[in-house]
């Protein structure tokens, strides 16, 4: 089992940058593919960005393509989403997850698909002012 704790959200004007950060415990990190989600008053939780286990693998939301990197750093246990260019509509608690996956699954897994993730943050909470 792993433990999430997000970081680094808070209240930026439109075109401003935010890192968040995601500390993840136990020693089993660098098994865990992982994702960010964002969940906006009266919507849906979305997929935000995903990395797989070793990092060589992203993929993000046609929404956050070109202003949003995924990161993580193995030895930190930490998961990184830098924000860049960001907007209003980009206002939402954050959620980091980990997809611990299946047996036998390539390094290079990665997915986009909020019922693969296992284990959830408690979230942190990003508004963009115009």
């Known amino acids: 089992q792993v433990q999430l704790v997000e970081s680094g959200g808070g209240l930026v004007q439109a075109g401003d940058s935010l890192r968040l950060s995601c500390a993840a415990s136990g020693r089993t990190f660098s098994s865990y593919a992982m994702g960010w989600f964002r969940q906006a008053p009266g919507k849906e939780r979305e997929f935000v960005a995903a990395i797989s286990r070793s990092g060589a693998n992203t993929v993000y939301a046609d929404s956050v393509k070109g202003r949003f990197t995924i990161s993580r750093d193995n030895a930190k246990n930490t998961v990184y989403l830098q924000m860049n260019s960001l907007k209003p509509e980009d206002s939402a608690v954050y959620y980091c997850?980990?997809?611990?996956?299946?047996?036998?699954?390539?390094?290079?897994?990665?997915?986009?698909?909020?019922?693969?993730?296992?284990?959830w943050g408690q979230g942190t909470q990003v508004t963009v002012s115009s």
């Open positions: 997850a980990a997809d611990r996956g299946y047996p036998g699954y390539a390094t290079s897994y990665v997915s986009s698909a909020l019922y693969e993730y296992d284990y």
